[in-house]
């Protein structure tokens, strides 16, 4: 299970940070990202980490603004978001992809367990 939290409304210019508890799976032995899907948008991957955090992405939309961590001890992720733009607004999901595979990417269609998102609205 994938539970994410944090979500809320903020003004542009402020932070948030979003986090994604995982149950069922170790963080060191998937690949985990986040994701997220604006309204009449396509779902686009905003970061990953591979297993045990070998490789990490951050999508060019939000990289310097933008920072994923992990707590093993808590089995959580989390993703730091700071200058949030209206843009950035969209309904956020973190994802794991359970294949034997290496590194992370960007593709929603290569993970297979999602939680159930949380929204994040920049506004004035």
């Known amino acids: 299970q994938l539970q994410a939290s944090g979500g809320g409304l903020v003004q542009p210019g402020g932070s948030l940070r979003l986090s994604c508890a995982v149950s069922?799976?170790?963080?060191?032995?998937?690949?985990i990202g986040w994701f997220r899907q604006a309204t009449g948008k396509e779902r686009e991957g905003v970061s990953c980490?591979?297993?045990?955090?070998?490789?990490?992405y951050i999508a060019d939309s939000v990289k310097g603004r933008f920072t994923v961590s992990r707590d093993k001890a808590k089995n959580t992720l989390y993703l730091q978001m700071t200058d949030l733009q209206p843009e950035d607004t969209a309904v956020y999901y973190c994802?794991?992809?359970?294949?034997?595979?290496?590194?992370?990417?960007?593709?929603?269609?290569?993970?297979?367990?999602w939680g159930q998102g949380t929204l994040v609205t920049v506004s004035s």
């Open positions: 069922g799976f170790t963080l060191d032995d998937v690949i």
């Open positions: 994802a794991v992809d359970s294949s034997p595979g290496v590194g992370c990417n960007r593709y929603p269609v290569s993970y297979d367990y």
């Open positions: 980490l591979s297993r045990r955090a070998r490789t990490t």
